[in-house]
């Protein structure tokens, strides 16, 4: 087994190999309501750079316990007394996990409940898509906290929300939740109470099937091409098509759909 995969090599995450290259992620650690510290963030970086060439093709990312992720470890923080240089290379070490993660080419589906607040949001944040329940809550704790954010939610939960409601929940505290955090872009699916994990794992199997090169594409090239001006991520984008469509995995599911034996897309009924 490749180590990158071997759950015996981590100590605050848990990895269960599903089929189909699937991996179930599990942040591990909910008697700190899986609370960010040090080595909960190198772990993540050594699996997130490790994943796609150790054969994984999509993670389901969740947390145990009642909440999804408490951020930042602040215990950890306030007992290290950090100096700003110190701080400022945890945070690095933060984008360096969460652009593994959005980058990275392997598809995140996150499986959100309870808490997922500060760098939990964070977190969830750098992955593709996400799934709450009712129960699930979103907040941006920081400004109580007497800090800041530093693990990317001024980059992504701007993207997601826009920039005033960004700075709106870590001013004042504001939590959102339910189909309201759905239609603000915070997820992209709300199920019943107790839900989130079987849907995101619907969602994970189905995703697991692309074919890699065109979920590393999706999962990489999409996010790369925001940060272009219009006319290079145009460029990049016939690059990027060029090499995926013409795919020789591709192939087959071209022929399958030109022998009419491919399903059709329908609208839902
Ligand atoms: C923690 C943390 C933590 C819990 N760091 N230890 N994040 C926050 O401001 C959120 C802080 N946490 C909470 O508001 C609550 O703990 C929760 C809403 C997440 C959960 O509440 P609850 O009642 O289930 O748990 P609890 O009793 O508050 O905490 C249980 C234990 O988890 C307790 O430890 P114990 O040893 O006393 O049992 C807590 O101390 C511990 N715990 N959250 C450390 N965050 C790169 S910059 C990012 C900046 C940020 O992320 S700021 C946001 C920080």
Redesign the pocket.
Known sequence: MNDVVNPATYERLAISARDNGLYVLTLNRP???N???VVTIEELIRFFSGARMAGVKAVLLEGAG??FC????????WKADRSPDDFMH??LR?HEAFNKMEYGGVPIIAALK??V????L?LASAAHVRVIDPGTYFA???G??G?????G?TIRVSDMIGKYRMIDMILTGRVYQGQEAVDLGLAQYITEEGGSYAKAMELAEKVAQNLPLTNFAICSAVSHMNNMSGMDAAYAEAFVGGIVNTQPAARERLEAFANKTAARVRPNT
């Open positions: 008697e700190k309501r609370a960010l510290d009642d909440h408490a951020g930042l470890d602040l215990v950890e923080h945890v945070c933060w309870g808490a607040v500060g760098g939990g964070e941006l704790p920081e109580q906290r800090i800041f954010t530093g693990g939610a």
